[in-house]
């Protein structure tokens, strides 16, 4: 049989078959995917070819080749992958400016790894209900940021409804990640989208230094009209996998833009003359957090690790 991984819980995964019937699976034996060093071989949204047994469980025994995936390093320090999901076409990061605070950091390293993978980001600012009139003007600088960058921003709250219908408008007929920091809201948000998900929701205090999540495994829900959310687990720290020095900044769009104009085809955009990026910066051009960012990942893939806190 053949079907769609909708959840994965450690060591079993749900497969949804194209008859549509759900079932609990294992990997068999010693079943492991070639050439990427990954904490779970098998991802939300994978397709996959599954044996059934006696008990009314299976196992999953082949997988079919990915469209694309998104993968982050597994924790800091690691040289493993941990794989977020397969087969997407789109992907949502939900950000709050407070309750919790994104970092522009954490935002910044997930586009450029979207980017790697080419997967198209919309950016979700949530909680606008709760914030100060100082937020507010915060929240109009990062908007005015990303969107010239060409990254869609949408202003929601989740609780109020506010702005939740154009989100529900994106989702038809695609499979979308929803991303974040534990506590922006990304189960809230997909309940609000369709009452019926039930997503779990955990309260904001619950979280505070503790390192809680209250969604603790990535899970499919499937949209009115066809089409899948995933909800996953809130991220701490997004370290970066596998990206080369030069690479990096082919992850930003608009210091890739820039660089056709440095001297040097291989400049990092650190410390080589003639370098068209730093000027940009100077210039206003590029915004210094996003160079900031970029410098950040930079620093990663050179000392092999990320800073937890972003
Ligand atoms: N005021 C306000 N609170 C919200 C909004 N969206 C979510 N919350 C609250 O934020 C808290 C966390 O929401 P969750 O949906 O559990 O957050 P999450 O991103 O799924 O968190 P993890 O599963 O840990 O990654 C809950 O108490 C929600 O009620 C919003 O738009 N406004
Ligand atoms: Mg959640
Ligand atoms: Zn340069």
Known sequence: MHGLVIKNTGSWYQVKTDEGQVVDCKIKGNFRLK????TNPIA????VDITLNNEGTAFITSIDERKNYIVRRSSNLSKQSHIIAA???QS???VTVNYPETSTIFIDRFLATAEAYRIPVSLIFNKVDLYTPEELQLLDAL?????????????????DGQGVDAIRALLPHKVTLFSGNSGVGKSTLINAIHPAFQAKTGEISEYHNKGMHTTTFS????????G???DTPGIKGFGTFDMEQEEVGHYFKEIFHYAAGCKYSNCTHVHEPGCAVRQAVEEHLISESRYISY???LEDEHEGKYRAAY
């Open 35 to 38: 050439g990427i060093r990954s």
């Open 44 to 47: 939300v949204g994978d397709k």
């Open 87 to 89: 087969n997407l076409d």
């Open 92 to 94: 949502f990061l939900i």
């Open 143 to 159: 908007v005015s940021l990303y969107e010239h960058i060409g990254y869609p921003c949408y202003i929601i709250s989740a609780t």
């Open 219 to 226: 899970e499919m829900f499937e949209v009115a009209g066809g």
């Open 228 to 230: 899948y959310i995933i």
């Open 295 to 297: 410098l950040n990942i």
